[in-house]
Nanobody, 124 residues
Framework: QVQLVESGGERVQAGGSLRLSCAASGLTFPNYAMGWFRQGPGKEREFVAAITWSGGSTYYLDSVKGRFTISRDNALNTVYLQLNSLKPEDTAVYYC?????????????????WGQGTQVIVSS
């Protein structure tokens, strides 16, 4: 049974930082590209970042470029999202997801497995 378990979400002040983690089990982790999505209050789920199976390439939502960094440790079956310079508009539930596609990662439908999410609240 595949499980993706996110952690690290909490309430922070604007300008602060967080590191989200997503621990994967039940799948051959290096075979999957990994992504982070978020869903803010009253908003649709949106793509935030993705990383290829090797970690060699990363992709970001324009509004988080330069502030967020996605990384992975295949030995630990874990993907991370470092969030810096947080803004109130970053408030959302953050989800990690795994996809078997090697070149598709922008849409929710491209992903095979999802975690339950971790809440990030950024107060002004």
């Amino acid at each position: 049974q595949v499980q993706l378990v996110e952690s690290g979400g909490e309430r922070v002040q604007a300008g602060g930082s967080l590191r989200l983690s997503c621990a994967a089990s039940g799948l051959t982790f290096p075979n999957y590209a990994m992504g982070w999505f978020r869903q803010g209050p009253g908003k649709e789920r949106e793509f935030v970042a993705a990383i290829t199976w090797s970690g060699g390439s990363t992709y970001y939502l324009d509004s988080v470029k330069g502030r967020f960094t996605i990384s992975r440790d295949n030995a630990l079956n874990t993907v991370y999202l470092q969030l810096n310079s947080l803004k109130p508009e970053d408030t959302a539930v953050y989800y990690c997801a795994a996809t078997h596609y090697s070149n598709r990662w922008l849409r929710s439908d491209d992903y095979d497995y999802w975690g339950q999410g971790t809440q990030v609240i950024v107060s002004s």
